[in-house]
Structures are given as structure tokens and as C-alpha cells.
């Protein structure tokens, strides 16, 4: 029911209400004196009554046609008051008139009508209410899909992902003309199942091919099937097919589909499970023995793997298409296509802002220019110049600024130098990518960072690369234990991720020489119910083994770290001195430090740059290189320095 619906019905209701208390009202005080019986007498030889009116007992006295006195006289025919009053009406010639017992007024029937006619209205108000309102407490079964049949997205509006917009092509090529294939016995896909990571576009994808192919779009959430009532899950995946039957060819989406699609079998406590009835109805209404032609169900997750075999099988979900985080040249397609409706400076370079963007899905990108945006406004700026959007990739991966929390002089001490060894080791080891930028200013839950860029978007990690990266890891601690002479909590969430490299280098990639190539964990998840005994699979022996070489990992990078701070030891004073006073430092001035700069000249340096990083801040960390050398760069974070109490290890 629409609000103006309701609103109607409400005023009828209230314009009825007024009208029956109008009715009682007036009868109450407009209705004729009641007197007693012996005074109606009284009136009659007054002249005040010239008629008189008889209804059962109750006698009316009429004044020139007009009801003016009421009065109850007895019952029974033989009475001495009946007598007397006869007496008077017949000596004073008074006309008298009988009304029919059975026989009322107007109003006698008005007034009932309007109440029924109220209640009726009522009721009705009821039912709609609970049928098509906020409660559905009497459509509990139906379906909660939305169907839109006027999607304005288009592939146009999708960028970073080609080979995925051929696949999903072809589905609307099938919608459009599905009689090309069939005269050539080709089957239309019963399913696509989009996987990827969170952001990267997987529901945009969906409404796309909606779009293009101009077919109605039934939308609904995998934990919308599931209710605490039984058997309302399955009711709902019939009610959803026999509604997208009636708009063929026709779009179902499910958006997080395992959370109806998981595995059979896994449940903890041997009762029944409403997600496996509702899986079980899904499984028949598309690839059953009903046959669904000119539907396509659509699907997407990030939990492929927990999914059910059978939803997965050729005949259910044909095709699974992999969104995958975008490369260099998508991350600058889809900012381009973000960037749309945004008011950009002249010197604006997408290029260089998907270098910086590596590890970015197109939702990161699309908040990335968001924020910049956000940040523009905030200046009273009319444009999004390069100043914000590089601050608007910081804010995205860290978090932003807190320049107003008070830091003492000894935390601030500390950081500096915990900061400058990540940045020295990052810059002697061969295979750590190049120092981007170094800060002591807090962000998020870091107290600093150390930002580091690979040279391009290498998808495998070498083993020699992960022993730097471990190395650099540890340069923060280790340059607290060789100046502070005592260490801190800020290097736990190294002392985490340096813990979990080295475990699995050991039992996952095969880069132990002593444990070999043997696998003794999964990178998946441990799936409740189906990996209760998987997960640990070897001997008490075969444990220790891989203890004492993933110690040996650590501290082979940690006596590595040791020397070469201690051999650079002037070179970490000097940076730390430098953070302590310019409390961010870029890849060049973090050079002149290596090349043995003083303190004076790389302030010197940084003065003379100042302008031009007002300008275009990029120039800050992207040296003066040829174009074709500015390729697939990418933005990481390689260390956070976090002070705060609950990442200590209790």
C-alpha cells in the first residue's frame, strides 16, 4: 500500500468517525425533554401539546408538528394513570397518531450501518497491513527479490576487467538472440557464479548484463531465504522462479550466495538445517525437472570454496568467471570512469595514481576519489587537485592524520628510529621494493609507517625476496634494541606478519630444505564441521621440525638486520634526527641520507622542494624518469609501527 493510499483511508476513516459522533451528539442534545408520565397530563390541559404520538409505551407530545416532551407511560391496558391520561386527551380534543413497533427512524438505521461500515474499513486497513506492509506477518513465505526491469548500468560503466565483460557478453547474446544458439544446439547457461574479492565489482557486473540485455532483474540476498520459521526458505526459492517464470527471459541475482550454498553435511549437531532445505530447492528449481528456460541465475561470492559440489556442477552454475583485483592499466581505467562527475585539476595523472594504487579494488579506487573529493570541499577548493588525491590514497590505506594526539618527546624518539631501520634495510636489501615515503605522523592504529611501492605488479614472491622483505620487518626492532637498548610494543604487528612469512615458507612453499617439499597446511580456512581433523595432519616430530626452522628463518634475518644497521649506524642517526624534525620524509631525501648527507643538507633540500610539492605532491617520491618507465607501480605498506597497548602481547 503507498503512503498516499493510506492516507486516504485514514481521512475516510476520521470523516466517518466524526459523522457517527455528530449523529449521537445531536441526539443527545437535540432531542425532545423527558417528563414524567402524569406531567404530560399537565401539558395537555396547558395547550403546550395539540398531538400526541404513541410508540409501544413511550408517549411523544408534538407542539405544531414538532417532538417536544418524551414521557414513559406504564404498560398493561387496564391501568388508572393509562385511564386519566385518555381522559385528558379526549376532553381536549388531542389528535393522536400510532407508530409501527417494528418500524424506526432514519437514524435508528444509519447509526448500525456506519458501524459496521467501520469496522469493515478497519479490518481491511488490517489485512493490507500485515500483507503488504512492514510486519508481512501473513506473506512471510513470499519472495524478498526486488525486480527492476529499467537498469541504466551498462559495460561501459565497468572498466578494469575485459576478459571478464567477453565472458559476460556472450550471456547477453544469448538473452538477446537466444534462436542463434539454439539452432545450433547450443544450451543457454543456467548459472554464472561471479567470484572474487569484496569490491571488485561483482554485483556491478550482474546489473550490466541486466542492463545490456534489457531484461528484468530479480535482486535478493542469499540470508534473505532464511527465516526462523521452517521450510520458509524453500518456499521462497519456489516463489522466486515461479515470479522470474512470468518474465522471461528474465535475471535472478544472488548476492552472497553462501550463505544459502554451503556444503551439506557439515552441521555440528546431527538436526536438521533450514539452509539445506533451502540449498535443496535451489538445486531442483535449476537443473531439475522443471525446466527454467530463459532464466539465468547469477551469483556471487568470495567463499568459492565452501560452496556446495553439487551447486557448482555443469547443468547449475555452468560458468564460474574469476573478478579478480584489477592490474595497473584497470586501476587507471576505473578511476578514469570514477572521475566521471568529479571536477579534475589540469595536472591530474591517472597513470601515476594507478601506479600508487596497487592492491586497490575498484571500491577502494572509487572511495580513494571519494575522499579526495571530501577533502577538496572541505579546502572551499572548486577542483580535486593532485594534493588531496594523494592524501586520499594515505587515508584509504592508513587511516588519517593525528596530528593533534599529544606524543611525548621519548615516543616520538622511539618511532623515529624504528621508522628509519625499516627504511635503511627496505633500501640495502636487493629484492625489498623502493622506499616511497617515512613518517612518525600517527594514522589509524600505527604510531608511524614506512611506505614502500613495488617496480611492477609481480604476482609471485621468490623466496630470496622473502627473506628481504622478513629482514626489513625487523629493522624497526632491531633499531630499537641497538640505540634505545631496550625494545618496545611497537613491533608486534612486525613481529606477526614475520612470524607468518616464515610459517609459511616453511609449511606451505615448499622453501625449507630440511621439512622439503611437503605441504603441512592449507591456505584455506578451516571449514566448521568438514576440517575438525584436517588441519592437523603430522607428527609431534614433524612440529618441532618445523619450529626450529622457522626460528632459524627469524633469527638468520634478524642477525642480517643487526649488521647492517650497525655498519649504517651514522646514516640511522641522521634519519632519525630528520623524522624527529620534518616528521615525514620521501624516497629522496631517504637517498641523500644513504649517500651520506647531513642532516643540514637534506633540510636544505627539502626547503627548496617545498613549492613544488604545493604544486604536485607526486613529485615528492617520483623521481624525474621517462614515461615508459612509469609502469605498473604500485603502493604498499611494508611496516606499521602501532604503540598502542592491546597490540601487546599479554
Not at 105 to 120: A, R
Not at 253 to 277: M, N, S, Y
Not at 296 to 308: C, G, K, S, W
Not at 380 to 391: A, R, S, T, V, W
Request: net charge negative; hydrophobic share 40%.
Amino acid at each position: 500500500m503507498s503512503k498516499t493510499s493510506k492516507i486516504v483511508l485514514w481521512v475516510l476513516l476520521g470523516v466517518v468517525l466524526i459523522l457517527i459522533l455528530s449523529v449521537v451528539l445531536s441526539s443527545a442534545l437535540m432531542g425532545p425533554e423527558s417528563i414524567d408520565f402524569t406531567e404530560l397530563d399537565d401539558k395537555i390541559a396547558a395547550k403546550e401539546v395539540d398531538e400526541i404520538q404513541v410508540d409501544d409505551y413511550i408517549y411523544y407530545g408534538l407542539k405544531n408538528g414538532k417532538i417536544i416532551y418524551k414521557a414513559i407511560g406504564p404498560r398493561g391496558e387496564n391501568n388508572a394513570m393509562t385511564d386519566a391520561f385518555w381522559q385528558v386527551v379526549s376532553t381536549n380534543n388531542i389528535a393522536v397518531s400510532y407508530t409501527d413497533p417494528n418500524a424506526g427512524s432514519f437514524m435508528s438505521y444509519l447509526v448500525p450501518l456506519f458501524g459496521i461500515v467501520l469496522v469493515c474499513v478497519v479490518f481491511w486497513l488490517i489485512i493490507r497491513q500485515t500483507q503488504g506492509g512492514g510486519s508481512k506477518a501473513m506473506s512471510f513465505a513470499k519472495t524478498k527479490a526486488r525486480v527492476n526491469s529499467n537498469i541504466k548500468v551498462r559495460f561501459s560503466d565497468v572498466a578494469g576487467a575485459e576478459e571478464e565483460k567477453a565472458e559476460l557478453a556472450e550471456v547477453v547474446e544469448f538473452l538477446k538472440s537466444p534462436k542463434k544458439f539454439a539452432d545450433l544446439g547450443a544450451r543457454i547457461p543456467k548459472g554464472i557464479l561471479l567470484v572474487g574479492p569484496p569490491g571488485t565489482g561483482k554485483t556491478l557486473f550482474a546489473k550490466a548484463v541486466a542492463g545490456e540485455a534489457n531484461v528484468p532483474f530479480f535482486s535478493i540476498s542469499g540470508s534473505d531465504f532464511v527465516e526462523m520459521f521452517v521450510g520458509v526458505g524453500a518456499s521462497r526459492v519456489r516463489d522466486l522462479f515461479d515470479a522470474a517464470k512470468k518474465s522471461q527471459p528474465c535475471i535472478i541475482f544472488i548476492d552472497e550466495i553462501d550463505a544459502v550454498g554451503r556444503q551439506r553435511g557439515t552441521g555440528l549437531g546431527g538436526g536438521h538445517d533450514e539452509r539445506e532445505q533451502t540449498l535443496n530447492q535451489l538445486l531442483v528449481q535449476m537443473d531439475g525437472f522443471e525446466t527454467n528456460e530463459g532464466i539465468i541465475v547469477m551469483a556471487a561470492t568470495n567463499r568459492a570454496d565452501i560452496l556446495d559440489p553439487a551447486l557448482l556442477r555443469p547443468g547449475r552454475f555452468d560458468r564460474q568467471i574469476h573478478v579478480n583485483l584489477p592490474d595497473v592499466r584497470g586501476r587507471e581505467q576505473i578511476l578514469k570512469v570514477h572521475a566521471r562527475n568529479k571536477p579534475l585539476a589540469p595536472d591530474v595523472n591517472f597513470k601515476i595514481l594507478a601506479r600508487m594504487t596497487s592492491g586497490f579494488s575498484g571500491a577502494d579506487l572509487e572511495n580513494l576519489l571519494n575522499e579526495a573529493a571530501i577533502l577538496t570541499a572541505r579546502a572551499n577548493k572548486k577542483m580535486i587537485g593532485n594534493h588531496e588525491l594523494f592524501e586520499g590514497i594515505n587515508k584509504v590505506l592508513l587511516g588519517p592524520q593525528k596530528k593533534s594526539r599529544l606524543v611525548t618527546e621519548s615516543d616520538k624518539r622511539i618511532t623515529a628510529y624504528h621508522e628509519s631501520g625499516h627504511a635503511i634495510i627496505a633500501k640495502l636489501c636487493k629484492h625489498c621494493d623502493p622506499v616511497q615515503e617515512v613518517s612518525i605522523i600517527a594514522r589509524g592504529m600505527a604510531a608511524g609507517y614506512t611506505m614502500t611501492r613495488p617496480d611492477n605488479d609481480d604476482n609471485h614472491m621468490t623466496r630470496e625476496k622473502l627473506i628481504d622483505l622478513v629482514c626489513e620487518l625487523l629493522g624497526g626492532r632491531v633499531a630499537e634494541e641497538l640505540v634505545i637498548k631496550d625494545v618496545s610494543t611497537g613491533a608486534s604487528n612486525d613481529l606477526q606478519r614475520v612470524t607468518e612469512i616464515a610459517r609459511k615458507m616453511v609449511t606451505e612453499w615448499g622453501m625449507s630444505e630440511r621439512v622439503g617439499l611437503v605441504v603441512y597446511r592449507s591456505d584455506n580456512p578451516i571449514f566448521l564441521g568438514r576440517d575438525m581433523e584436517a588441519h592437523n595432519s603430522y607428527s609431534e616430530e614433524t612440529a618441532g621440525v618445523i619450529d626450529e626452522e622457522v626460528h632459524k628463518i627469524i633469527e638468520s634475518a634478524h642477525e642480517r638486520a643487526v649488521k647492517l644497521l650497525t655498519e649504517n649506524r651514522k646514516v640511522l642517526d641522521n634519519m632519525a634526527r630528520v623524522l624527529v624534525e620534518r616528521e615525514t620524509i620521501y624516497s629522496d631525501e631517504v637517498d641523500m641520507l644513504l649517500e651520506g648527507k647531513t642532516p643540514d643538507e637534506v633540510y636544505a633540500q627539502m626547503d627548496a622542494k617545498e613549492k613544488m610539492a604545493e604544486e604536485n605532491p607526486f613529485k615528492r617520491f617520483i623521481k624525474d624518469e621517462p614515461e615508459s618507465k612509469v609502469s605498473e607501480d604500485l603502493a604498499r605498506i611494508r611496516g606499521e609501527n602501532g604503540t598502542d597497548d592491546h597490540k601487546e602481547d599479554k
